[in-house]
């Protein structure tokens, strides 16, 4: 009995060994990683590129149209933010320029159109309502700003005025 | 009566070798800007089963075995020490032999909130009387396999409003494992 012992305990220490090596084996675990990007409201940025260009020469029976669709003269403009990001836009339709020298204001009716990359010619029609857009892969959007203005009852004299427009992101 | 207690540890698993593959299906990633491009301190961002942003993997085992899925998953997504976002992850599995991740998610179960452990088998099982215990894997003889799909997803945040704008992170392990009666 005394040599049986010995021989029985190191039996039942490999059985547990070899148990959990086995177990051990039918085991599989993978790691998935979970990521969020968090940024500041203030990463978007919205940048004048060219303003628009008004000149009498330009009029036809008092009045001038710039196409923001078609012509040069329009504004453009490019909001940098993050990549196919969606924002909304709004944009007063209307807005009074003011002669410099104190003589009156003109009303400007602007018309935008706007693609995600540059190609004014494919810019889609934009109107003052609420719209909601997407930003380009590379994080970008642009916008060509033209108008409508009745000149036949203006004074002489240089006119200025701002385009406002508000981006937020959703 | 030592020896006999060991001996007991020889259970279910024993018969299971290493043929548990476990793979994502995705980018391997569950990515809340998926979700929601933009994320700003305030938002709550939750990616739920039916989303595209969710985390998909498979299961492939024995067909007649039960696996028992562990998540390990982190309270927060960290950027670093001081900057942190709640992380409540959740999952849901589909074992009804479906051979794509979209009709398998069709018949998804959602484990509860709160549970990070589940026992299921690899192939559901008809309704009906329980069959005879599987046949063993042995020499000359390999056991049908199935695939089972997981879901993962959750929800994030509410985001702090003072924390730092930047990647933060963490990392979820899944454990699968055959399950030992």
Do not use: C
């Not at chain 1, 710039?66 to 924002?87: H, P």
């Not at chain 1, 810019?123 to 994080?139: F, H, K, N, V, Y």
């Not at chain 2, 993997?57 to 998540?71: R, S």
């Amino acid at each position: 009995m005394k040599i049986l012992k010995p021989i029985h305990g190191l039996f039942i220490f490999l059985l547990v060994q070899t148990s959990m090596m086995l177990s051990a084996q039918s085991k599989t675990s993978v790691t998935i990683k979970a990521q969020a990007e968090v940024i500041d409201q203030s990463g978007i940025e919205l940048v004048t590129i060219k303003n628009m260009e008004i000149d009498l020469s330009m009029a036809r029976d008092g009045k001038i149209y710039v196409s923001a669709l078609q012509d040069t003269q329009a504004a453009m403009m490019m909001v940098k933010g993050r990549a196919n990001a969606r924002f909304r836009i709004k944009f007063a339709p209307i807005v009074e320029i003011t002669n410099s020298a104190g003589n009156g204001t003109l009303l400007l009716k602007y018309e935008m159109v706007g693609y995600s990359s540059d190609n004014q010619g494919a810019g889609e029609p934009i109107d003052a309502t609420e719209r909601i857009l997407q930003m380009s892969s590379d994080s970008k959007y642009y916008f060509w700003v033209g108008g409508r203005i009745d000149i036949s009852n203006a004074r002489p004299g240089n006119y200025d005025g701002e385009f406002t427009i508000e981006i937020e992101y959703i | 009566m030592t020896g006999y207690v060991a001996a007991q540890r020889i259970s279910f698993g024993l018969y299971a070798t290493d043929n548990i593959v476990l793979t994502p299906l995705n980018t391997g990633a569950l990515n809340f800007n998926d979700k929601q491009s933009v994320i700003l301190s305030g938002s709550t961002v939750t990616i739920n089963l039916t989303d595209n942003a969710v985390a998909i993997l498979t299961i492939e085992g024995q067909a007649d075995m039960d696996v028992t899925v562990t998540i390990d998953a982190p309270t927060n997504l960290d950027l670093n020490v001081t900057n942190t976002i709640p992380l409540a992850i959740r999952f849901a599995y589909s074992n009804t032999g479906a051979t794509t991740d979209i009709t398998a998610r069709a018949s998804a179960i959602e484990v509860p909130a709160g549970f990070t452990t589940i026992t299921f088998p690899i192939k559901r099982r008809a309704s009906g009387l329980p069959l005879p215990p599987p046949t063993p894997s042995q020499a000359g003889y390999t056991g049908p396999t199935g695939t089972t799909y997981l879901f993962i997803y959750g929800t994030l945040g509410q985001v702090p409003v003072n924390v730092a704008a930047g990647n933060y992170t963490g990392n979820i392990n899944i454990h699968v494992e055959y399950s030992k009666y």
